[in-house]
Nanobody
Framework: QVQLVESGGGLVQAGGSLRLSCAAPGSILNAKSMGWYRQAPDKQRELVAL???????NYADSAEGRFTISRGNAKNTVYLQMNSLKAEDTAVYYCYADWPSFARRYDNWGQGTQVTVSS
């Protein structure tokens, strides 16, 4: 089973920065796109940012101008640089990967990493 492994969450003051990382160790296939979603308490999971294999990025309105998504040099790695964090950014952040349709035993979601922004 190929899993998505996240790191980089934590507690930060409002206005601060965090960098999230996600990797898929052992993956042979290339993800078509990778990205980040988040889920705050009592809210639905929502898109934060997505990046295609060609490097084209899309952001939620709430992330535009403050967050930057990028893909690493290593196979199937993705990062989310979060600046000017706000209390409303507090959530569990999940890494997402869109694998080819023929992929078997490849997870689409990571286990999640908590980001807490104190005001």
């Amino acid at each position: 089973q190929v899993q998505l492994v996240e790191s980089g969450g934590g507690l930060v003051q409002a206005g601060g920065s965090l960098r999230l990382s996600c990797a898929a160790p052992g993956s042979i296939l290339n993800a078509k796109s990778m990205g980040w979603y988040r889920q705050a308490p009592d809210k639905q999971r929502e898109l934060v940012a997505l990046i295609s294999s060609a490097g084209s990025a899309n952001y939620a309105d709430s992330a535009e101008g403050r967050f930057t998504i990028s893909r690493g040099n290593a196979k199937n790695t993705v990062y989310l640089q979060m600046n000017s964090l706000k209390a409303e950014d507090t959530a569990v952040y999940y890494c997402y990967a869109d694998w080819p349709s023929f992929a078997r035993r490849y997870d689409n979601w990571g286990q999640g990493t908590q980001v807490t922004v104190s005001s």
